[in-house]
């Protein structure tokens, strides 16, 4: 089975530009969860997708949003991306919201 | 919300040797706690879990612990060897009720390394 798929593997942008990343779930799996890794920070829950709902949403700004969709697979969505944006974005799956997380490789994204 | 506290941030062992990694949890209501090992460059990787019902799990060299009462949980890693060294990261959640069903809330992380 395949495991969770994060794409791309890197981007570098700058300040002010948006960015996509996507994420497809292993196969069964509805549940995909977004975090943020970064040194100072650590690992930090941005926001969770269950059968397309928002289910719930860390302590970030408005600038990071998301969606799932029917397939299950999902992609977040940075605005106005600042420096302090750098980090190491990570996508993980489960089959249902009671069942363990499974993440992807993430996608780091770079700001200049 | 929920605050987990991992220590120690860093963590030396020569290679036999065991290794003990513990986190404390602030919300009396999370009952499902797993750990997860991220090599350089690497995705976290799930190696163990616990839920709430259970005090110890064990997996070949690798067991967890969980004292409720407390709000504590362990990781020891029995005769350690360098392809262990990592960092481990603990985590805990909330399963089923409750709205923070996908939420899982991490530790900061430990360094493991195993010398050979």
């Known amino acids: 089975k395949a495991g969770v798929t994060q794409t791309p593997r890197y981007l570098i942008k700058t300040r002010g530009q948006q960015v996509t990343l996507s994420c497809s779930p292993i196969?069964?799996?509805?549940?995909v969860s977004w975090y943020q890794q970064t040194p100072g920070q650590g690992l930090q829950f941005l926001f969770e997708y269950f059968s397309e709902t928002q289910r719930n949403k860390g302590n970030f700004p408005g600038r990071f949003s998301g969606r799932q969709f029917s397939n299950s697979r999902s992609e977040m969505n940075v605005s106005t991306l600042e420096l302090g944006d750098s980090a190491l974005y990570l996508c993980?799956?489960?089959?249902?919201?009671?069942?363990?997380?499974?993440f992807g490789d993430g996608t780091r994204l770079s700001i200049l | 919300g929920e605050n987990v506290e991992q220590h120690p941030s860093t963590l030396s062992v020569q290679e036999g040797d065991s290794a003990v990694i513990k986190c404390t949890y602030s919300d009396s209501a999370s009952n499902y706690f797993p750990w997860y090992k991220q090599e350089l460059g690497k995705r976290p990787q799930l190696i163990i879990d616990?839920?709430?019902?259970?005090g110890e799990k064990k997996d070949q060299r690798i067991a967890v612990t969980l004292n409720k009462t407390a709000k504590h949980f362990s990781l020891h890693i029995t005769e350690t060897q360098p392809e262990d060294s990592a960092v481990y990261f603990c985590a805990a959640k909330l399963f089923a009720g409750g709205t923070s069903y996908g939420k899982l809330t991490f530790g900061q992380g430990t360094i493991l390394t195993v010398h050979p």
């Open positions: 196969s069964g799996h509805r549940s």
């Open positions: 616990i839920r709430s019902n259970v």
């Open positions: 993980a799956s489960s089959t249902e919201r009671n069942q363990p997380q499974h």
